[in-house]
């Protein structure tokens, strides 16, 4: 569909990139689409400005990509994430940072598997002891002050601090967390850092970036760069990365003299759901007033909304199943189209049940976590820590890897590489060379293992070395091309068809690095993007996401809103919620709850429940499930 601009739309058009501005935008009210006009209007000029386009996530970096590809003059100028961002500068400026060299990410896998279990073992705490440990020394970068956990002593800080600095060393990981904050540092370090140069940086969804993102913004303006934050506060939902919707709301104050631009018309939803999400976000007493109403677009539909009550929650998962076929049947919906969205689902409590209603009803559903499953199969990893020596030799944690998923090799061994390298001060990769080297002295018996599996894959990789440049099909094909034997096995089917993908995914042009570091994200990403079904995930996760038809289930109250939760957050999460619709809207909520979802939030097992007190007294008022799915 062509772009034809709205009157506030034409007004950001119109904007001059040296000076701030904030644009405002609810949902569905084409933020993307505008400030990729503006900066392919921006690139036509003589002289053009140096202008950077830049988001928090993933997801929406890809859907401003996407936007850009359609616009000659922004298409050279790729969106990037904050994180990438802070990666190519501190890359770009060797020294400045402070973190093990080459910098390394881990992915999920090698998180779960090696980078936590063994900081674990090395400081004797338990593994969700350890969560609490990670995230408050993240706060610490996040919020650019000292957030001190409630269960965690300062003798144990004190230790988990140097252990945490010991093990990041040997093991060679950055964490994204201190990414940012690392650029933070060489900003306020190195007046003449390099690859900050630019006249105007356009910040997308800028309510999502937390105290050090922020300051890492103002540094660079301070260097006669101008700012566009866009974004919209209503849908400020990360306070678990200290992100609040007070970073765009003071930005008239960050920035005097700014330009201030509303976008107000959703192109996106019906005018039933609005005026329902409307009504949840209206009850934040914090939120600031003043601003323009959300309208929908001349000649929207209406959309359908309701909000059913089941008497129990196998009732109310059978009930949503039922939503569903007829959603698909009579209103011809795809299952592609459908979101089903939950409050949390530690362990599959919510998502569970309702697959298995849509089983018995013969539904497909897509599984967002199938990407991380399948690439922790065993061959599949072996494959992808091998193509990461390829990159480098001596990468520590692709190492890791491959003595963990090879038999025979335990924990006893990496614990004796683990302790050379905390001697020698060299990384994990290094220490196994030497003391192959040496003919592993006083080692585990299950060196001559090791000693085989390192002769093994060395020959392999000097057999199969990396193009210096991607392969014109891409390095996904490559990879798969190349592995195949008895070292580095085949990828799986899934996989392979994932690593093929991701070729017409990722920039051209870049290295096996980058590209190896993307599958993980990337492919996670692509899978709740491109659905092969009904889609089943939280609330957070829906963030950036357009479909015909939402269903929210699981709004007792308690549940939404969590009783240890902020208000604020938790009404801004809804209403993210509920504005994924164009057409249909539908909550669920049981109206007495038995087995695992009794005990999510509010534990209140075979006790009566009401729904979500966000609700009362607004436009939709709830009405028994049953009876409205049988006279829809």
């Given amino acids: 569909m062509p772009y034809r601009p709205t009157r506030e739309q034409q007004a950001i058009l119109a904007h001059h990139a040296d000076r701030h501005a904030r644009v405002l935008a609810g949902p569905g009210t084409g933020k993307s689409a505008t400030l990729v006009a503006l900066v392919d209007h921006l690139l036509a000029g003589n002289p053009a400005p140096r202008v950077k386009l830049l988001t928090f996530t993933r997801a ?92 965690v002593d300062p003798a144990e800080r004190a230790r988990f601090v140097g252990a945490w600095n010991e093990h990041r060393q040997i093991y060679g990981y950055t964490l994204l967390a201190e990414l940012p904050f690392a650029l933070r540092q060489a900003l306020r370090d190195h007046p ?43 849908q400020s939902i990360y306070s678990f990365r200290y992100a609040a919707p007070e970073g765009i709301r003071r930005f008239p104050d960050d920035y005097p003299g700014c330009t201030l631009y509303p976008l107000s018309v959703t192109q996106r939803c ?9 009504y949840v976000i209206a009850g934040d007493p914090d939120r600031p007033h003043g601003r323009p109403a959300l309208a929908c677009a001349e000649g929207s539909p209406d959309g359908e909304v309701a909000l059913l009550a089941f008497p129990g929650d196998v009732t109310e998962a059978q009930g949503i199943a039922a939503l569903v076929r007829q959603l698909i049947a009579r209103d011809h919906v795809s299952a592609e189209e459908i979101l089903i969205l939950l409050r949390g689902d530690h362990n599959g409590t919510f998502s569970g049940p309702i697959k298995h209603a849509l089983d018995d009803l013969g539904i497909a559903y897509s599984d967002p976590d199938a990407v991380e499953r399948m690439l922790a199969e065993p061959d599949n990893r072996r494959m992808l820590a091998a193509f990461r020596l390829l990159v480098h030799e001596r990468d520590s944690l692709a190492w890791a890897s491959l003595l963990l998923l090879t038999p025979g090799i335990g924990q006893a061994f990496c614990d004796y590489i683990y302790e050379r390298a905390r001697v020698t ?38 057999a199969h070395p990396a ?59 692509r899978a709740l993007a491109e659905s092969h079904g009904v889609r089943i995930m939280t609330m957070v996760g829906s963030k950036g996401l357009t479909v015909r038809a939402t269903i929210i289930a699981g709004l007792d109250d308690g549940i939404v809103p969590r009783p240890d939760a902020d208000l604020g957050e938790e009404r801004r999460l809804l209403y993210v919620a509920m504005t994924r619709a164009k057409e249909f809207l539908f909550g669920t909520w049981a109206g007495q ?21 966000f609700f009362v007294g607004g436009p939709v008022q709830s009405q028994d499930g049953a009876t409205y799915l049988r006279n829809r």
Wanted: proline content about 6%.
């Fill in 425 to 462: 001060r060299v990384q994990f990769g290094e220490a196994l060379f030497a003391a192959h080297e040496a003919n592993f002295p006083d080692a585990p018996r299950s060196a001559n293992r090791a000693q085989t599996l390192m002769q093994v894959v060395t020959a392999w990789l000097m």
């Fill in 60 to 151: 929406a970096t890809a859907e401003l990509a996407k936007k850009v590809s359609d616009h000659p003059a922004a298409a050279a100028e790729r969106p990037s994430t904050i994180h990438s961002f802070s990666i190519s500068v501190l890359l770009r400026n060797p020294g400045t940072g402070d973190f093990p060299q080459p910098l390394r990410i881990a992915d999920k896998w090698e998180e779960h598997q090696i980078v936590h279990p063994t900081l674990a073992h090395r400081i004797n705490v338990r593994m969700d002891h350890l969560d609490n440990l990670i995230r408050e020394m993240a706060s610490n970068w996040e919020f650019l002050e000292p957030r001190e956990h409630p269960r």
């Fill in 192 to 234: 003449d850092l390099e690859g900050v140069e630019y006249d105007l940086l356009i910040v997308d969804e800028y309510q999502d970036l937390n105290a050090c993102d922020l300051d890492v913004l103002h540094l660079i303006a301070d260097r006669g760069c101008s700012i566009i934050a866009a974004g919209d506060d209503d």
């Fill in 467 to 525: 193009p210096d440049a991607m392969p014109k099909e891409g390095w996904g094909h490559w990879l798969v091309e190349t592995a195949g034997d008895d070292v580095v096995p085949e990828p799986s089917a899934a996989c392979t068809e994932l690593l093929h993908a991701l070729d017409g995914l990722v920039e051209e042009g870049q290295g096996l690095d980058r590209f190896m570091s993307q599958i993980t994200p990337l492919g996670k990403d």
């Fill in 270 to 278: 019906g005018r039933r759901i609005i005026e329902w999400a409307t």
């Fill in 593 to 613: 709850r038995r087995g695992p979802t009794a005990r999510a939030g509010r534990a209140r097992v075979r006790l009566r429940r009401q729904h979500c007190h």
